[in-house]
C-alpha cells in the first residue's frame, strides 16, 4: 500500500494522462523488486491483529507523504517560473499542462521541463525510489500512530519552498527591478518616450538574457535543491 500510494503522489506517475494501468503494473513491479530487500523481517507481530486496517491507512498515509515530498524539486522550479513570468511581464503567455489540466505560463513549463531533465540525469528517481525502501528501516510495518507534530512539518516545508521559488527566480526579479527604475529615470527626463509600452519589450530581453547567463548558476542552484529535497523527505518520516 505504501508502494502503490508513493506511485500515485510521485511526480513522474502522478499525472494526469498516466493510464491507471501503467501506474497498477509499475507498483507491482516495484513491490516485487523491494519484497526480497525488506522481507518479513521488518513486518511487526501487530500484522496478525485485528488493527490491519488502520495499519494500511497508516501506510497509505506514508506513501502519499514520501511521495508528496518527492514533488519538492518539482515545485520550487515551478514557483520559480511563475515569478519570473510576473517579473518580465508574460504571464499571459499560458499553455495547456496536460499533466495537471490546468493552464500554465510559457516560462514555468520550461523551468519544469528543465528540472525534469536534470532530475532524470542524475537519476533523481532513483535515489528516490532507494528512499522509499530505507523506509521500511524508519517506519516499518506496525499499527502504531503517526505523530501530530508532522502536519506542523509539512506547513513550515510549504514556507520553506515558497523561500526557495523565490531565490531561484530572484536574478530575473532583481534585474527587472533595476530596469524597471531605470526607465522610470528615462521617463521623467524624457517625457516623450512612452515608459509604458517601451519597458515591457526591455524587461522580457533583459529578462531572457539574465537567465541565459544565470542557467549555470540554476544547474547548480537544482543539486541543492535536489539534495535539499532529500534530506527533507527523512526528516519529516523521522519526525512520523
Not at 147 to 153: R, S
Request: charged share 10%.
Amino acid at each position: 500500500m505504501r508502494i502503490s500510494a508513493f506511485v500515485v503522489a510521485w511526480p513522474v506517475f502522478g499525472m494526469g494522462q498516466m493510464p491507471n494501468l501503467t501506474k497498477v503494473l509499475f507498483a507491482l513491479v516495484v513491490a516485487f523488486v523491494v519484497f526480497p530487500v525488506v522481507g518479513w523481517g521488518h513486518v511487526t507481530q501487530d500484522l496478525q491483529s485485528g488493527l490491519i486496517v488502520w495499519m494500511t491507512i497508516r501506510e497509505v498515509f506514508i506513501g502519499l507523504a514520501f511521495g508528496f515530498l518527492a514533488r519538492i524539486f518539482f515545485f520550487v522550479a515551478s514557483i520559480g517560473g511563475q515569478l519570473a513570468s510576473v517579473s518580465m511581464g508574460i504571464s499571459s503567455a499560458q499553455l495547456f499542462s496536460p499533466a495537471t489540466g490546468e493552464s500554465t505560463s510559457a516560462l514555468e513549463k520550461v523551468q519544469v521541463i528543465l528540472a525534469t531533465i536534470f532530475f532524470l540525469t542524475i537519476d533523481g528517481h532513483l535515489i528516490f525510489l532507494s528512499g522509499l525502501v530505507d523506509s521500511y528501516q524508519l517506519l516499518p510495518l506496525s499499527v502504531s500512530g503517526v505523530d501530530v507534530a508532522v502536519f506542523g512539518t509539512f506547513g513550515q516545508l510549504l514556507g520553506e519552498v515558497m523561500l526557495i521559488g523565490v531565490k531561484v527566480a530572484a536574478p530575473v526579479m532583481i534585474a527587472v527591478l533595476f530596469m524597471n527604475l531605470t526607465m522610470a529615470v528615462i521617463g521623467r527626463a524624457v517625457p516623450q518616450i512612452n515608459v509604458l509600452i517601451t519597458s515591457l519589450p526591455v524587461n522580457i530581453l533583459v529578462g531572457f538574457l539574465i537567465l541565459i547567463l544565470a542557467m549555470p548558476l540554476m544547474v547548480w542552484q537544482m543539486g541543492d535543491i535536489l539534495e535539499y529535497s532529500v534530506d527533507r523527505v527523512f526528516s519529516v518520516l523521522k519526525a512520523m
